[in-house]
C-alpha cells in the first residue's frame, strides 16, 4: 500500500469520527427542548463524543475513530412553567442541557474537520493519478 493510499485512509478515519460527531450534535439539537412528561422526569440530557487514536495493524498508520459517546453531566436550567405537566411542586421545569450557541459552534467545527480531511482525500487521489500517468 503507498504512502498517499495511507494518508487517504487516515483522512477517512477523521471523516468518520467528524459524521459521528455531526449526528451527535444534530441530536442534541433536535432535544433542546425534549422535557420530561411527569414531575421530576429529567429532560434530554446532551451528549458528547470522545475521540481515540489507534494504530492500524495493516498499515501501521495511526487512525482516529469515536471512543465514546458520554453523556455531559452539567445541570439542567429551570424554567418557570407551572402548568407543564413536568412542573415540580414550586412550578420549575427542567430543562435540557443543551445550548445551541454551543452545539451551533461543535458544527462548524467538525464540519470544517471532516472538509479538511475530505480534502486530503481528495489530495492523495489526485497525487495517485499523476503517478500513475506518468507511469503510462
Known amino acids: 500500500m503507498s504512502n498517499l493510499s495511507i494518508s ?3 483522512a477517512v478515519s477523521g471523516m468518520k469520527a467528524q459524521s459521528e460527531r455531526l449526528r451527535i450534535i444534530s441530536e442534541n ?3 433542546a427542548e425534549s422535557v420530561g412528561i411527569r414531575p421530576g ?3 434530554y440530557r446532551r451528549q458528547v463524543v470522545t475521540f481515540q487514536n489507534y494504530v492500524d495493524k495493516e498499515t501501521g498508520a495511526e487512525m482516529v475513530k469515536v471512543n ?3 453523556k455531559d453531566e452539567s445541570p439542567f436550567e429551570k424554567k418557570y412553567a407551572p402548568n407543564h405537566p413536568a412542573a415540580d411542586a ?3 421545569v427542567s430543562m435540557p442541557n443543551v445550548n445551541p450557541l454551543i452545539e451551533m459552534m461543535d458544527m462548524k467545527e467538525a464540519q470544517r474537520s471532516y472538509e479538511a480531511n475530505l480534502s486530503m482525500v481528495q489530495t492523495a487521489r489526485d497525487m495517485n493519478s499523476k503517478v500513475l500517468d506518468i507511469l503510462k
Do not use: C, M, R, S
Open 8 to 10: 487517504a485512509d487516515i
Open 29 to 31: 439539537l433536535a432535544n
Open 41 to 43: 422526569e429529567d429532560p
Open 68 to 70: 465514546k459517546i458520554v
Open 90 to 92: 414550586q412550578g420549575y
